[in-house]
T-cell receptor, first 111, second 114 residues
Framework: DQQVKQNSPSLSVQEGRISILNCDYTNSMFDYFLWYKKYPAEGPTFLISISSIKDKNEDGRFTVFLNKSAKHLSLHIVPSQPGDSAVYFCAASAGDYKLSFGAGTTVTVRA | KAGVTQTPRYLIKTRGQQVTLSCSPISGHRSVSWYQQTPGQGLQFLFEYFSETQRNKGNFPGRFSGRQFSNSRSEMNVSTLELGDSALYLC?????????????FGQGTRLTVV
């Protein structure tokens, strides 16, 4: 039962433009959400997180938006850079000591 | 500050064998979690330990087990290996004593079962 869904397996964006990654969830008990970035042959790297009491969190080029009524969150990367080419995972927690992950979105930043 | 260290990085095992993977968390982190990543799949939660106690377990068969030591280092064991156990096994540590905060991952152990 996939409780966190990333419906776009891939995204291609031009360098300097905005990358928007989307994530939907079904479990209303989720109260903390995270985004991770993963390069091949490496472990995921934490990018940014947001608590369910907020609707936006910003850290440099990365902004996460949370729409609880729609059970939807998104990650905006502005401007996109070649080093941003990686797989991005959305994850969620219900306070039960585990993270539920989406299947990931592969981002390719074109020069 | 050293990151999460997983050993070994790569393993090749034969069906029916067992394997033990090791994880050393970031210094001061007492929560250690394990995840399995297979091609085309997201990360699937295996189990989480805090202060040597398992607090949650994912939907994996009993062949998958783990433990945590008093120094917070953790091991996971897979017995009677099957071809489908071939995966990247990731360990993550966090400061969390309750709930979840940011988890920091190691580079993983790539297990191949032949």
């Amino acid at each position: 039962d996939q409780q966190v869904k990333q419906n776009s397996p891939s995204l291609s964006v031009q360098e300097g433009r905005i990358s928007i990654l989307n994530c939907d969830y079904t479990n209303s008990m989720f109260d903390y959400f995270l985004w991770y970035k993963k390069y091949p042959a490496e472990g995921p790297t934490f990018l940014i997180s947001i608590s369910s009491i907020k609707d936006k969190n910003e850290d440099g080029r990365f902004t996460v938006f949370l729409n609880k009524s729609a059970k939807h969150l998104s990650l905006h990367i502005v401007p996109s850079q070649p080093g941003d080419s990686a797989v991005y995972f959305c994850a969620a927690s219900a306070g039960d000591y585990k993270l539920s992950f989406g299947a990931g979105t592969t981002v390719t930043v074109r020069a | 500050k050293a990151g999460v260290t997983q050993t070994p990085r790569y393993l090749i095992k034969t069906r029916g064998q067992q394997v033990t993977l090791s994880c050393s968390p970031i210094s001061g982190h007492r929560s250690v979690s394990w995840y399995q990543q297979t091609p085309g799949q997201g990360l699937q939660f295996l189990f989480e330990y805090f202060s040597e106690t398992q607090r949650n377990k994912g939907n994996f068969p009993g062949r998958f087990s783990g433990r945590q030591f008093s120094n917070s280092r953790s091991e996971m064991n897979v017995s009677t290996l099957e071809l489908g156990d071939s995966a990247l096994y990731l360990c993550a540590s966090s400061l969390a004593s309750g709930g979840v905060t940011e988890a920091f991952f190691g580079q993983g152990t790539r297990l191949t079962v032949v």
